[in-house]
């Protein structure tokens, strides 16, 4: 067994540990990563839906995500790389139960700089053809869009190999012991030893922290994701999401694809596709759209995969209060990868400086579980 000593070793190369190594390499600190998988972003992260969105009801949220929006966009020119970042844009359909808050949230995402409009259902239509009998509101965000999962992990692994960051893939970790103030970790046939151990392994998080002796409230959470046969339907349809149904839907390349809330039935880890489910994802699908029952379906093109949950669909960020050398960054509950440039960053500052400074993360921290009182309330998810 190989022994190595670093500053920071990263647990996962998803989108989140790939930014996390990326920013704590930056900073000038020594990174390990480790990847149980053959190579990045096989894990949630390259399964996702890609779907990045400034259209958030809490001042944290709009935070992140915008100004990691600001970071896919400005890749190329920052570094020298596309990360695949398309405004194609994001429609909300919403039902009267969700609009009142929906509409005063678009004040304070303007107020962070996001462009999102109030429309009608004409021009809402022109994007996307819907049943607008149950409409309340729409708002349309002209800078969301999509960017490429794979892109964005390689991105900052490569970004963090310039620093000098060591990425092993192959590497599954199988204990973390304590060693005074600091981890050992082992993964695969290496020992490593660290300062800090960022615990960015999305889904299987609380199974990592497990081999520390302490909890972290995340599992896996199933989720398929179907698609059209090539040139199925006309134009380019933007991310649209359906609030009162939880249906999504959006072009990619010559396809549509769509998707929804989770399949009832599974949980624990899985790519494969839950066919049965998409009867009942089409019934609740064709209520808003109703031409998706029409729609030819490409099975060979359709996918699985899992989200990293936490009890509030809330990501879990700071060091653990039991076991300080073990910095949590996961549990983002499906929108990780949107917040991944900004995630990283804030990893580093924490670990680097010793607190954040440059957003207030209280909601993010682990003890709002254990500690009801403590501020949890961060808004709708939408
Ligand atoms: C169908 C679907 C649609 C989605 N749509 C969106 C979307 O539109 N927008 C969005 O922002 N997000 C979306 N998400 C969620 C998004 O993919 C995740 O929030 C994000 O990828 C989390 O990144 P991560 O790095 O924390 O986790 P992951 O990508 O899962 O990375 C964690 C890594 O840790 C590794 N690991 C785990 N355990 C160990 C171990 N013991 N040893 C070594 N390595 C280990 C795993 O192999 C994995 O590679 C979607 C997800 C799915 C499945």
Same mark, same amino acid.
């Given at each position: ?24 390499? %930056? ?10 998988f *053959?190579?990045?972003?096989?894990g ?24 990691s ?11 020298g ?17 969700t ?10 995402? %303007?107020?962070?700089?996001?462009? $999102? ?21 729409? /708002? ?26 060591? $990425?092993?893939? %192959?590497?599954? $970790? ?6 005074? #103030? ?31 002796? $302490?909890?972290?409230?995340v599992?896996?959470s199933?989720?398929s ?12 349809r933007?991310?649209?999401? #359906?609030?009162? /149904? ?12 769509f ?11 899985s ?6 489910w ?15 029952? *029409?729609?030819?379906? #490409?099975?060979?093109?359709?996918w699985?995969?899992t ?8 990501g879990?960020?700071g ?29 580093a500052e924490?670990?680097?400086?010793g ?5 207030d993360?209280?909601p993010? %921290? ?5 500690d009801?009182?403590?501020?949890s309330?961060?808004?709708? /998810?939408?």
């Open positions: 067994m190989g022994t190595t000593t670093t500053d920071a070793l990263v647990i996962g190369a998803g989108a989140i540990g790939a930014s996390a190594a990326y920013h704590l390499s %930056r900073r000038g600190l020594s990174v390990v990563v480790v990847e149980q *053959d190579g990045p972003a096989e949630s992260t390259g399964r996702s839906f890609a779907s990045v969105r400034g259209q958030w009801a809490d001042p944290l949220n709009v935070a992140v995500s915008w100004r929006i600001e970071a896919f966009r400005d890749f190329p020119a920052e570094h790389i596309d990360v695949g970042y398309v405004a194609s844009g994001y429609l909300f359909l919403h039902g009267e139960s609009w009142d808050a929906a509409r005063d949230a678009v004040e304070l995402q %303007r107020s962070f700089g996001v462009p $999102v409009e109030v429309i009608d259902v004409d021009a809402a239509q022109e994007l996307t053809p819907f049943e607008a009998g149950r409409i309340a509101g729409i /708002t349309w965000g002209p800078a969301d869009g999509a960017v490429d999962p794979h892109g964005v992990t390689s991105a900052y692994l490569a970004l963090a190999r310039r620093n000098g960051a060591d $990425v092993r893939f %192959r590497r599954p $970790v199988t204990a973390v012991r304590p060693a005074g #103030d600091d981890l050992v970790v082992e993964a695969g046939r290496d020992e490593i030893h660290a300062g800090v151990v960022v615990n960015a392994a999305g889904g299987w998080s609380g199974e990592v922290a497990s081999l520390a002796g $302490v909890e972290v409230p599992h896996h199933r989720r994701i179907f698609a059209s046969a090539a040139r199925a339907v006309p134009g380019r933007p991310m649209t999401i #359906d609030m009162a /149904t939880g249906v999504f839907l959006r072009s990619e390349g010559e396809r549509l694809l998707g929804g809330p989770p399949s009832p039935r599974h949980l624990g880890y790519t494969a596709v839950d066919w049965p998409m009867e009942e994802l089409l019934a609740l699908g064709v209520e808003s759209f109703p031409w998706l029952a *029409d729609l030819p379906l #490409d099975r060979s093109a359709c699985g995969g989200y990293e949950m936490s009890p509030d669909h809330q879990i960020l060091r653990h209060p039991e076991v300080p050398a073990l910095y949590n960054a996961c549990g983002f509950s499906g929108h990780g990868l949107m917040q991944s440039p900004v995630l990283g960053e804030l990893v924490d670990v680097v400086d607190v954040i400074t440059s957003l993360v209280a993010l %921290r682990i003890e709002r579980f254990a009801p009182g403590l501020d309330t961060i808004g709708m /998810t939408f």
